[in-house]
């Protein structure tokens, strides 16, 4: 039943190519009654070539050689038509699949992607579409074709004679249980094949993403074993799978041309007898290896099929994987946006691990405030952010821009309204002209300009030999980290957002390209309602406000000076860090004063030397 509602929830992509399924099932029926006069024709050109042996008239053959010819080209030309046309429909399907697998992939929320690997995800819009495509593009069009020409040839048998019709039709039901019992084999063998190329293409996916991790503590070995390991686990079902082919099609044709031969040699009897002209017995023995021939490909076909419904299988759990982000069916429009941000009782827990990481939480940002988030590692600054563009949606209470719910908002009005500088930049393996662009589609190159000469970025990115067409590598490898980050403040500064996330956006950088980077931030956050989540806190002792997250909570707010005053946790992060920076700034100092120290106590002693006497006199 199941595998029944698959293969008719795949034929639901075909209803836009109706027109072309149509003309090509004509196609194929003209094809494949063409295919079954053919061996009528092949039988008159006998009798004609064996019963005038004694006229010696060749009227009658010449007549039948024509026929023959245009039978011929005429299978030939509409079979062409029917095969282009159900590969067409076939192609058009995997591709419409692809983009709804794809479509649907990236409309979910961050939560799927936490439970599953790139490389696993990407399988299934390849390899699995891939099996799909085979089926429904050449399987499709020839298992048409074999439907037609087996039912066709078996109803020609019974015309041309019955009795033999009913010893060929008797092996039939061996071949349709032989199919369909190994057919349920091979299908679940080429899930399990799917699924472990699935983990192998994970494996990869991810020593290649982190490949500076894998080379710097030299485990190509262990990563090199762990892909081989997935490959060769793949190999051996796949091996398995194979061999149930082999044994499956072996097998078939052994009863297909062995149940062949017993017919032949009874149509050979009947001939003898009288009750078989020699053109009837070679139309039937056509007509049989017709059925022969379709029963066997339509047996292939079949675990073709089945092939493809375990490769869909995988393709439909996700299509059925419903987002946790509910779009609202009537969005309510944000107009003359002020960018009032609003936490009202939010609470938030991840599914996939125990207790609350945001409690109860209720804050005002207003517009244009720049506020400030600390506190210690894992306290739920990141998470914080993250609920603002519907990353995740909370456990409970609300979040509100200008008063609205932004649950009510849609995704697309949400997201455009808030820019965010993350810690780690992501850049695309493109130009740096397509990467900043990729703030704005629409943005002229002089936008682009001026949105990287207001990040800082444009002095060196003119030094770059192709600029703005720089190719920066995969994730912006060929950049160094200060300009990556420029790079990414240029994209938002050109999708120009009303609200903005800084997500430690300085906290890997060196004084100098953090100095550059924190003057762009400045300009960037003029005029916008912003978040900063920083680890130093001298990088944040301007903000307006500073939000103490501890235990899920804010313990305290206000500003640097007030938080001081009050004490608690902020203060003790505060003088900590300056502990860290005074004993850091002390040892280099000592460090310079050894150092000259020591220069000078060497000069002496070079200086008193009888050899610097000597040179000097």
Do not use: C
Request: charge should be negative; avoid cysteine; proline fraction near 2%.
């Amino acid at each position: 039943m199941a595998s029944n509602q698959q293969f008719l929830r795949l034929l639901q992509y075909s209803k836009p190519y109706r027109l072309i399924l149509v003309l090509a099932g004509l196609a194929t029926l003209v094809s494949s009654g063409l295919g079954l006069v053919f061996p009528q024709v092949l039988g008159r050109l006998v009798d004609a070539s064996f019963l005038n042996l004694e006229s010696k008239d060749t009227t009658q053959l010449d007549s039948v050689v024509v026929l023959l010819v245009l039978v011929a080209l005429g299978q030939g030309v509409f079979n062409a038509a029917q095969s282009y046309g159900l590969a067409l429909v076939g192609s058009s399907v995997v591709r419409d699949v692809r983009q709804s697998v794809y479509k649907h992939l990236i409309s979910l929320s961050s939560g799927f992607f936490e439970s599953r690997k790139v490389g696993e995800l990407t399988s299934r819009l390849t390899s699995d579409a891939s099996t799909v495509q085979t089926v429904a593009s050449s399987a499709l069009a020839n298992g048409f074709s074999q439907i037609i020409s087996l039912i066709g040839s078996a109803i020609m048998m019974f015309i041309t004679n019955w009795r033999l019709a009913l010893l060929t039709l008797f092996i039939t039901p061996f071949i349709v249980f032989g199919a369909i019992y190994f057919g349920r084999k091979v299908r679940a063998l080429s899930k399990e094949v799917q699924d472990k190329i699935a983990a192998a293409n994970a494996s990869a996916e991810e020593a290649l993403s982190n490949i500076r991790v894998v080379q710097s503590f030299t485990n190509e070995p262990f990563e090199q074993q762990k892909y081989n390991d997935g490959v060769f686990a793949t190999f051996r079902t796949a091996m398995k799978r194979n061999l149930l082919n082999s044994m499956f099609g072996s097998t078939m044709l052994f009863i297909g041309f062995s149940s062949l031969g017993f017919i032949l040699w009874y149509g050979g009897r009947l001939a003898l007898e009288g009750n078989l002209t020699p053109g009837a017995l070679v139309s039937f023995m056509f007509y049989a290896l017709g059925v022969s021939t379709a029963m066997a490909s339509l047996s292939g076909i079949f675990t073709q099929f089945q092939e493809a419904l375990g490769a869909s299988s995988r393709i439909f759990e996700i299509l059925d994987t419903p987002s946790d982000l509910t779009q609202p069916s009537q969005p309510v429009r944000l107009e003359n946006i002020q960018a009032q941000v609003t936490f009202e009782q939010v609470s938030f827990k991840y599914a996939s691990r125990e207790g609350l990481i945001l409690d109860a939480i209720d804050l005002v940002v207003q517009s244009g405030e720049v506020l400030a988030l600390v506190g210690s590692s894992g306290s739920g600054k990141s998470t914080f952010v993250s609920l603002i563009t519907r990353f995740y949606d909370v456990t409970a209470g609300s979040i509100k821009i200008d008063n609205v719910d932004i649950r009510d908002l849609s995704l697309e009005q949400l997201r455009g309204l808030i820019g965010v500088v993350p810690q780690e930049t992501q850049l695309f393996s493109g130009s740096i002209l397509e990467n900043i662009r990729y703030g704005r589609a629409n943005a002229t190159d002089a936008e682009v300009q001026a949105a990287a000469a207001a990040a800082n970025a444009l002095e060196f990115i003119n030094r770059l030999e192709e600029g703005l067409e720089t190719v920066v590598g995969e994730r912006g490898m060929k950049l160094s980290g200060g300009q990556r980050q420029r790079i990414a403040i240029a994209r938002a500064i050109l999708k120009n957002p009303r609200i903005l996330i800084l997500d430690e956006a300085t906290s890997a950088l060196d004084n100098e390209s953090e100095a550059l980077v924190q003057d762009a931030l400045e300009r960037l956050m003029q005029s916008r309602t912003t978040f900063v989540i920083a680890h130093r806190l001298s990088t944040v002792r301007n903000a307006d406000r500073i939000a103490v997250l501890e235990s899920g909570q804010i313990s305290a707010i206000g500003s640097h000076e007030q938080l001081l005053e009050q004490g608690g946790l902020y203060k003790e992060l505060y003088q900590l860090q300056f502990r860290e920076i005074a004993e850091t700034q002390l040892r280099e100092a000592a460090e310079t004063q050894l150092r000259e120290i020591a220069e000078t106590q060497l000069r002496e002693i070079a200086e008193t030397s009888p050899l610097y006497s000597e040179k000097n006199a």
